[in-house]
């Protein structure tokens, strides 16, 4: 998934829905995610997810619900330092 500006356009996506969060790149070559929002549009922004970018290769995309706790001010991408 990486080298396709996935990151960027996942935060285009988020802050076009009103999602707040963050996304940053995996040591393994994957894409996580933390999604905040109005369940119907973290719905679109995870849709958009299981397609990805133009030039994209989604193989997969593992959900984790949880409780909402409102901790995200905005959409922010994470630097990934391993």
Known sequence: MQGV????????????????GWVKNTSDGNVEAVFEGEAQDVEKVLHWCHRGPAGATVQDVEVENEEYKGEFASFSINRSYW
């Open 5 to 20: 500006w996935f990151r960027a356009s996942t935060q285009e996506q988020a802050l076009a829905h009103h999602v707040t």
